[in-house]
């Protein structure tokens, strides 16, 4: 444990050397960022800093994904820490590629927060005023984001059942239709159809098209200081493999 500590020490000290020998020979520099680039995000599901991080080994139970026949792509564009430029903000969650009517799962046990079966697309023009909005702001404004586009959504509590460091929540958007016994306040249990995929919340849902249908999956983690997404801060070239920790038993 010590070497390991020790080891780490020096590969950071060795690595703000090249960041700093880097920073002096090109102008401007583009902004580095020093903790995804390091070797100690083996096992990591996000990591924040050395204190705010969760790693495989400290979860209490997996999940299954919340549809069994999607896997957890490798595209980069469809996981978290993408960018989305068409809303001014990034991805934090991952798109899996359901079609259209896709039955969609609880990944775990747990009771329900939210529940919009009465959502409504608005219509494209008023889409991209929205849009045009969060570019004004540079960020997408949380209330855009919540109530325009996830769409027909539904967010789990799972409480401290994932990991007892975190509470832990799930989130599935662009939900086509949601199961009558989705109500907030209803427990689930891990497996339960709760949905079916769709496209409420895009661009083709305020068109009123079948196209562009998937599920936006997201989990989010909680603590006294603030709350993290799954694979935050996670290098790209082991997003995919981190993540799909989380689901294998
Ligand atoms: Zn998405």
Known sequence: MEYLI???????NHYIGLVLLLSA?????????????????????????????????????????????????????????????????VHEGIDFSAPLNTPITAVSDGIVVRSNPQHNDVDIDTYNAFLATSAKLSKTPDDIYQYILLGKSIIIDHGYTITEKFRTVSVYAHLSSISESIVPGARVEQGTIIGFSG????????????????????????????????GQNIPSNSLQSNIELLFNK
């Open 6 to 12: 020790l080891s780490t020490r020096m590969k950071i």
């Open 199 to 230: 496209n409420t919340g895009t661009s083709d849902g305020a068109l009123k098209n079948n196209k562009g249908a998937h599920l936006h999956w997201e989990m989010h983690f909680d603590d006294q200081a603030g709350r993290y997404f799954l």
């Open 25 to 89: 020979c090109a102008a401007p520099t583009a902004s580095i960022d020093l903790a995804s680039e390091l070797p100690s995000k083996e096992g990591f599901l996000f990591y924040i800093d050395q204190n705010t991080n969760l790693h495989r080994s400290e979860l209490l139970t997996t999940i299954q994904l919340p549809s069994k026949d999607y896997l957890v792509p490798s595209i980069l564009n469809l996981l978290p820490n993408a960018n989305r430029e068409y809303r001014s903000g």
